[in-house]
Nanobody, 115 residues
Framework: QVQLVESGGGSVQPGGSLRLSCVVS????????MIWYRQAPGQGRESVAS???????KYADSVKGRFTISRDNAKSTGYLQINDLKPEDTAVYYC?????????WGQGTQVTVSS
């Protein structure tokens, strides 16, 4: 059974940082790309960062310079480091792992940024 378990979300003040984790089990994680999405209240799901199985990384323009995606294939874990958090970063953050055929999602972790 494939499982993706996100953690690391929370409530922080503007300017703060969080590190989100996504632990993957049941698949050969190293063979999958990973994408972090977020969904703010009343809005659609937005891709914020992606990393392929062999490393190339992309970021949404809205998060460049503040978000860092990484992965540790030995631990079957992906990460999203979020710095200089802004109120508009408030959302549920999801990890998604996929190859050309399959796509799996985590349950999401809430990030709330407010003063």
């Amino acid at each position: 059974q494939v499982q993706l378990v996100e953690s690391g979300g929370g409530s922080v003040q503007p300017g703060g940082s969080l590190r989100l984790s996504c632990v993957v089990s049941g698949i050969a994680f190293a063979q999958y790309a990973m994408i972090w999405y977020r969904q703010a209240p009343g809005q659609g799901r937005e891709s914020v960062a992606s990393i392929t199985s062999f490393g190339p990384i992309k970021y949404a323009d809205s998060v460049k310079g503040r978000f860092t995606i990484s992965r540790d294939n030995a631990k079957s874990t992906g990460y999203l480091q979020i710095n200089d958090l802004k109120p508009e970063d408030t959302a549920v953050y999801y990890c998604n792992v996929l190859d050309t055929i399959r796509s799996y999602w985590g349950q999401g972790t809430q990030v709330t940024v407010s003063s």
